[in-house]
């Protein structure tokens, strides 16, 4: 049973996500939600572009592409308990997309990134 869940508007970039999504880990970011352990949470989370890339097999997409948006994560979760060093153990139950749009790229501006 899902007793915590975090869900996005689709379709809106990461920066108008009501400060649910950020795309980077930093200690002063406040966490989304806290759950003690043992609770199921159901996330929606953003594809890798940030809604940048569409559905019109247009190059330019993927030429223009802005990097600083890219890779958006989901929360923080804060869990309850846990304390800096240590180690949890996160079961993925299920994954399932939010659009039928997919897709994989390789890009020279993407290298070391």
Same mark, same amino acid.
């Given at each position: 049973?899902?007793? @915590? &869940?975090? &869900?996005?508007? =689709?379709? *809106? !970039?990461? $920066? ?5 999504? @950020?795309? *980077?880990?930093?200690?002063? #970011?406040? =966490?989304? #939600?806290?759950? /003690? =352990?043992?609770? +199921?949470? *159901? %996330? ?8 940048? %890339? ?13 990097? /600083? *948006? ?7 979760? /804060? ?14 139950? &299920? #994954? +399932? =997309?939010? $659009?039928?749009?997919?897709? &994989?790229?390789? /890009?020279? !501006?993407?290298?070391?990134?």
């Amino acid at each position: 049973m899902v007793e @915590h &869940s975090i &869900s996005i508007k =689709p379709g *809106r !970039r990461a $920066s108008d996500q009501d400060g649910k999504v @950020h795309n *980077r880990w930093h200690p002063d #970011i406040k =966490p989304v #939600i806290e759950i /003690s =352990p043992g609770d +199921e949470v *159901r %996330l929606e989370c953003l594809g890798y572009d940030d809604f940048q %890339l569409k559905d019109t097999d247009d190059v330019n997409d993927v030429k223009t592409i802005d990097l /600083s *948006r890219v890779h958006p994560i989901t929360g923080p979760i /804060s869990v309850k308990g846990a304390e800096p060093g240590d180690f949890l153990v996160v079961d993925i139950l &299920s #994954i +399932e =997309p939010l $659009s039928g749009v997919g897709y &994989s790229a390789i /890009s020279p !501006r993407l290298v070391g990134y």
